[in-house]
């Protein structure tokens, strides 16, 4: 257990169907992070904030997909009209990045939230 | 328990053996690496890393080489335990738009341990 939780674990809806998955992220951490992950690849970046504000977007998170971190701790990943090509893994790490780097190493992940659309 | 991943190189050892998994990264400004182990059903486990400045950083029973000239990682498991068993993960720090850097992973390699 890395102290990251995410919730729920396994979500399965039909197409069309909005889900919302929650991450509550290590408490001192600042950074929080979310990935998708499909059979056989690796975890692929989404988006992250630094403490409340959303820093990065990938390209692959469509008008679709919004998160949210309002104050800072846990965030929400919400995906509106679901599609069966949004099944995968959805991963969710924390990190502690000091002043004002633009970067941080370490990230922890929670066990992720699995989403199948039928 | 759900699979990782179902098409992926898979190394097979023996339970006692020594373990090495290998991996090429892409951006030779990535400045950091890491290796994490992914259970079935369970998210990525951060295993050890490595800063660009180093070629090489041992743990406990792991250790990981870097060689910057041909962009190649490795990751050496001492005495391979049934544990072990699981997906293995490099990752690189690549830079990235407006300075900011993000953690591009590979895709991974099963090892499978032999009792």
């Known amino acids: 257990d890395t102290g990251v939780s995410q919730d729920p674990r396994h979500k399965i809806t039909k197409r069309g169907q909005n889900v919302t998955f929650r991450c509550d992220p290590i408490?001192?951490?600042?950074?929080l992070y979310w990935y998708r992950q499909t059979l056989g690849q690796g975890p692929e970046f989404l988006t992250y904030?630094?403490?409340?504000?959303?820093?990065?977007k990938s390209r692959l998170l469509s008008d679709r997909f919004s998160a949210e971190r309002p104050k800072g701790s846990f965030s929400t990943l919400e995906i509106q009209r679901t599609e069966q090509g949004d099944s995968a893994m959805y991963l969710c790490?924390?990190?502690?990045?000091?002043?004002?780097?633009?970067?941080?190493?370490?990230?922890?992940f929670g066990p992720g939230t699995r989403l199948t659309v039928t | 328990g759900e699979s990782v991943g179902l098409h992926l190189p898979t190394l097979s050892v023996q339970e006692g053996d020594n373990s090495i998994i290998n991996c090429a990264y892409s951006?030779?400004?990535?400045?950091?690496f890491i290796w994490y182990k992914q259970e079935s059903g369970k998210g990525p486990q951060f295993i050890i890393d490595i800063r660009s400045n180093m070629d090489k950083r041992q743990g406990q029973r792991v250790t990981v080489l870097l060689n910057k000239t041909v962009k190649h990682l490795s990751l050496q498991i001492a005495a391979t335990q049934p544990g072990d068993s699981a997906v293995y993960f490099c990752a690189e720090n690549r830079p990235w738009l407006d300075s900011s850097y993000k953690l591009i992973f590979g895709s991974g390699t099963r090892l499978l341990v032999r009792p």
């Open positions: 790490a924390s990190s502690l990045a000091f002043g004002g780097q633009a970067y941080s190493y370490e990230q922890y």
């Open positions: 408490s001192e951490h600042n950074r």
């Open positions: 951006n030779s400004a990535s400045d950091y």
């Open positions: 904030f630094q403490n409340e504000a959303q820093l990065e």
